[in-house]
């Protein structure tokens, strides 16, 4: 049974980048996907992205264009997701997520399963 | 981008309630709709995918129904470890969008 487990909470400067890890343990990504989603204080879930490991080639949501980039190191089953230019509203738990689908590899028609533990990204001067 | 309504924000309810959640897209999006639940201070949990399946250790009191733009997870008889926050999920087109959130109280 995969499980993910993420890297330590970091405390970052506005202006500052941050990368945070996904390792699966007790598998591998096979050929699933990896998608990054956030929840700010109190707030709901909103997707970053996604990658296909076997692939490479990441998907990002239009709002994170340009500020956040997917990577997959198959050799380690570990996924990365870097956030730069940081500001006040970017503090959030961050989470990786096995993203699954019986229609072959991708991140549409999908489900996220299992998710990692989260990691607490605060953002202050 | 396709939006997710989510009908009650929050609800009290006691043990033993049957209790229902409304997820509206703002575009047909099929079956390709799943529900998650989460308790604080832990990762969401997959309770349902492609709008009615079960999955793999998900009591059955938890069901899921609809297809096009509206959907329903019920719980039949609620229990004490119910009580968290439900999120829905359409997975159709790119980027992946979940509703707002349904948060469940103990009345």
């Known amino acids: 049974q995969v499980q993910l487990v993420q890297s330590g909470a970091e405390e970052k400067k506005p202006g500052s980048s941050v990368r945070v890890s996904c390792k699966a343990s007790?598998?591998?990504?096979?050929?699933?996907?990896i998608s990054w989603v956030r929840q700010a204080p109190g707030q709901g879930l909103e997707w970053m992205g996604g990658?296909?490991?076997?692939?490479?080639?990441?998907n990002y949501a239009e709002k994170f264009q340009g500020r956040v980039t997917l990577t997959a190191d198959r050799s380690t089953s570990t996924a990365y997701m870097e956030l730069s230019s940081l500001r006040s509203d970017d503090t959030a738990v961050y989470y990786c997520a096995r993203t699954i689908t019986n229609y072959g590899m991708g991140l549409a028609l999908s489900w996220f399963d299992p998710w990692g533990q989260g990691t607490l990204v605060i953002v202050t001067s | 981008d396709i939006q997710m309504a989510q009908s009650p924000s929050s609800l009290s309810a006691s043990v033993g309630d049957r209790i229902t959640i409304s997820c509206r897209a703002s575009q047909s999006i099929s079956n390709f709709l799943n529900w998650y639940q989460q308790t604080p201070g832990k990762a969401p949990k997959l309770l349902i995918s492609a709008a009615s399946t079960l999955q793999s250790g998900v009591p059955s009191r938890f069901s899921g129904s609809g297809s096009g733009t509206d959907f329903t997870l019920t719980i039949s008889s609620l229990q004490p470890e119910d009580f968290a926050t439900y999120y829905c999920q359409q997975s159709s087109t790119i980027p992946l969008t979940f509703g707002g959130g349904t948060k469940v109280e103990i009345k």
């Open positions: 990658i296909i490991p076997v692939f490479g080639t990441p």
């Open positions: 007790g598998g591998s990504f096979s050929n699933d996907a």
